[in-house]
């Protein structure tokens, strides 16, 4: 699977599958959520309310309504507070899950925000690791491409650093 970044609106890729950073009720959010959901229009918030909740660390789909791609992946991540090796582990396992799950539904291409790293304050540099290395831990079988999604020239390059290191289990 191609693993690439991208600077732009998440909501204008063409691909398949979005993810969403999700809360854990899977309620219409601000930063990346909101943009989602209002691209999506309100049947999407409806489809959430049906589904939800969902846990830190796992994911769950929903239809994509107005959007480009066919799938929204509600990708729920941890609140970095006091940080810890268990934060890590639940960011790179809601990676993981929303990978699994576009896979599952035979999609071909899927996009990912910086999950976690808006309101929920995980470090950036470390969520990016995070996000390289679980993505490449997987083999899916019908996913050919992964678009990691930088809204700001920063993120970008943190990305981009994440894609180009060797893939090591980050440090914390």
Known sequence: M???????DITKLEVDAIVNA????????????GAIHAAAGPELAVEC???GPCPTGDAKATAGYGLTGRWVIHAVGPRWDTGGDEKVELLAS??????????????????FPSISTGIFGFPQPLASQ????????LEPVSLQRCV????????????????AA???PPAV
């Open 166 to 168: 060797p893939t090591e």
């Open 2 to 8: 191609l693993i690439e970044t991208w600077l732009g």
């Open 49 to 51: 309310a049906r589904v």
């Open 148 to 163: 990691l999604v930088a809204y700001d020239q920063g993120t970008l390059a943190v990305l981009d650093e994440a894609l």
């Open 94 to 111: 809601a990676y993981r899950r929303a990978l699994e799950l576009a896979d599952e539904m035979g999609a071909r291409s899927i996009a």
């Open 130 to 137: 995070t996000a390289v290395a679980a993505l490449r831990s």
């Open 22 to 33: 999700a809360n854990e009720r899977l309620a219409p959010g601000g930063g990346v959520c």
